[in-house]
Every structure is written in C-alpha cells, then in structure tokens.
C-alpha cells in the first residue's frame, strides 16, 4: 500500500491524487463499496487523526479488506460488512466469482435466482447510531446502487454538506439500478457543483451536460467530484481547467470524423430483417443481411481500438433463457456515422437440436455492454427453424 500511494498510485493514480488534495489529517470519510479495501488504505494514512468507515457486502471481498486493514495497521478503519442503502433491513445481493469488484446490489427479479440477501443500512441511519459529529468525505463506487445510497443519506448530506466523490457507471445504472446516469447526475448536482478529476489529480469543473456526455464517451466510466458551495477546491482555476477540457472532448467527439474509440452509453438504432430465410441444417451457419439505422448521437464501429461495435445474436427460450450457442460477430465494414445507414453481414449459427427457435439480433460493444440489455427494445427478434438432416426425429 505504500508503494501504491508514495508512487502517486498505480491503481486509479488520478484518484488517489484527488484524495490527497480532499482529505484532512483529522477527516471522517466514508467508504461505500470499499472491496478489498485499496482506497480505504489510503484514506486511512492520510487522515491519521480521523476515521474511516469503509462498507463492503461481498463476504470474500470483505475477507480480504479485513486481512488488508490488519496488515497495515489500520487502526482508525472502521470495516462494515453490509450494503448501504435507502433504509436499513435486508436486501438481494449477487456476488460475481469471476469478477468480485461488479457484484452488486439487485433490487428487482432479473437476478432473483442468484441473489442472496445480505444486511444494508442507510448512511443516515449508521450516523445517527455513531453519534458522528462531522462527514468530510463520501467516495460511493456501488455497482448501479448510488441513487439508493444517496437516498438514504438524505439528513447526512444536509448536516454535514460533505464533498462527494462518486462513480457514474452508466451500464451499471441502468442494468442494476434501473435509473439513467442523467437522473444520478441530477441529483448530485443538488447544491453541488459537479468536477472530472484531471491525471494530476486536480478539479476541473463540468458545467454543462454535453461535457458530461462527452466525458462518458471517451472513458465509459468517470469518477465525479461533488463539491459544495464554498469547499476550497471550488476555484477559479479548476473552471478554466473544465473549460478547456470540454473544448478538447468537442474536438475529439464530432459527427464529421470517427474517434479511435467512443464509449455508446445511450445507444439507438433500428434494424430491418433480413431477406434470407432463417433456416437450414443442425449447427450450420446461415449468413444475414441486416440494415442499421443509427439514430443515435454515436459512432458505431468494429474498428475502435479496444471496445468495437458488432451486430450480435442470441438464441432465446420461452422461459427468457439462452442457449448455449456460440454467437458470432457481424462487423460493420466502415463506420456508421450518426444518422446514417448500413448493411451488416452476420453468420448466425443454428442450434444443435432440431425445431422451431427464436433469434434475438442486437449490437454489442465489447467489454462494455449489450444494448439490449441497457435497452430491451434494441432487439429485432426473428424465427429460425434447426432441421436434422434425415428430416423429423
């Protein structure tokens, strides 16, 4: 942990920079969604004289954020294992195993299965049992779940106006919180003044929602500084810094010229179906002609250097389920500028068993997100029909 916050920190390096600017020697900050405990560590050293309480639901990250506090003699770390929330009780969790820094909190009935409840409490609610006298600092990383924190930190906030620093995951909002990044945004803006944080580590104010958007597009994932009036790092100069940054993303984002990579958090098209019958032989490969219609402000592009655009497929049961049919790519052969219009060709691989199925056609960006999973209604279902090659069976 040494190396990481001496080195100016190699694990969100902008961050840690921030937090060295935020907190005080004698600060009380919260830690909401803490895993392992990296950030934690960190706040712990710079507020030797404070206190830090991190939140973690995830047994076997709890476990390790534990081990990570003893080791490093982090006395003044107080370690929570339960979700914050809108109000205190129980709630569904579903933990990852394959990556145990997205597991989230899942309100609703799409991951009932896989889901197990676990203790949450609201911020108002553990400061009011603590008795606490101050709040300097909030950090909110919670997987799609921050309008429930927020919610429950209603009094907190009014009380103590500490700055915020929070994590919009536009992917995680909609799939597992329900609510738009537009909607967490307005709320945070609540008496607040909302800043990126540049790779110094420095505020620089967004004052508009386009910089917002554009800022979203170039990372997928930011981290926003919510400062409230009068907070010292609300300065002339981290305007100017805002400022200039917008005026670098309005030149990278524009409908004239693809950028090398554009993060689509709000996607939007129409497909038109094919003209070649969905059909033929067990595990053979039909090829599609699909049209696109961008209706989006994005670019989408299979040549983006690490998140390509790609018209995808799944096989879908009565039950909403899946088979378990690799699902090819369809790539788009030049880039589709917003407004604009174009043919995809996909090789859709039929199942194994034979019978009537149905298609789910959509795009995805890869390492991002399906869109019909942001969006239900981007999916142009088809009928396809697996036949065995010695007919009925």
Not at 120 to 149: K, P, Q
Request: negative net charge.
């Amino acid at each position: 942990m040494g190396e990481i916050e001496h080195s100016g920190g190699s694990y969100e390096p902008q961050v840690m920079r921030a937090l060295r600017r935020l907190i005080g020697r004698d600060a009380v900050v919260f830690d909401v969604g803490a895993n392992i405990g990296v950030f934690a560590l960190v706040m712990s050293r710079l507020a030797p004289r404070g206190q830090v309480f991190a939140f973690e639901p995830a047994t076997e990250n709890f476990d390790y954020l534990e081990q990570n506090l003893v080791t490093n003699g982090a006395a003044n770390v107080v370690a929570e294992r339960c979700a914050v929330y809108d109000e205190s009780g129980t709630v569904p969790f579903v933990f990852s195993p394959a990556s145990p820094s997205g597991s989230f909190v899942s309100p609703g009935t799409g991951h009932a299965g896989e889901s197990q409840p676990v203790e949450a409490v609201s911020m108002d609610d553990y400061v009011e049992r603590r008795g606490l006298g101050r709040v300097d600092l909030i950090m909110v990383d919670a997987e799609g779940a921050e309008m429930a924190v927020l919610r429950g930190a209603v009094r907190t906030l009014a009380r103590f106006r500490p700055a915020l620093l929070v994590e919009v995951n536009p992917v995680s909002l909609r799939r597992f919180g329900g609510a738009s990044f537009r909607e967490l945004v307005g709320v945070l803006r609540q008496g607040r003044a909302l800043f990126s944080i540049t790779e110094a580590g420095l505020p620089a104010r967004i004052t508009t929602d386009r910089h917002l958007e554009l800022l979203l597009r170039k990372e997928g994932v930011i981290d926003i500084l919510c400062l409230p009036e009068g907070h010292a790092a609300r300065t002339l100069a981290a305007t100017a810094r805002g400022r200039k940054e917008r005026l670098r993303l309005e030149a990278a984002f524009n409908d004239q010229v693809p950028p090398d990579n554009n993060f689509v958090i709000e996607p939007s098209f129409v497909l038109t179906p094919p003209p070649e019958p969905l059909e033929g032989l067990l595990d053979h490969v039909v090829w599609l002609t699909v049209e696109v219609r961008n209706t989006s402000p994005y670019w989408y592009s299979s040549d983006f250097l690490y998140h390509p655009v790609h018209l995808c497929y799944r096989w879908v049961t009565d039950d909403g389920g899946q088979l378990d049919v690799i699902a090819n790519r369809g790539r788009f052969e030049t880039p589709l500028a917003p407004g604009a219009t174009g043919t995809v060709k996909i090789a859709v691989r039929l199942p194994r068993a034979p019978g009537e199925y149905r298609l789910a056609l959509t795009m995805l960006q890869e390492s991002f997100a399906w869109f019909d999973d942001l969006d239900p209604t981007l999916r142009l279902m088809l009928t396809g029909t697996a036949a065995h090659p010695d007919g009925p069976v």
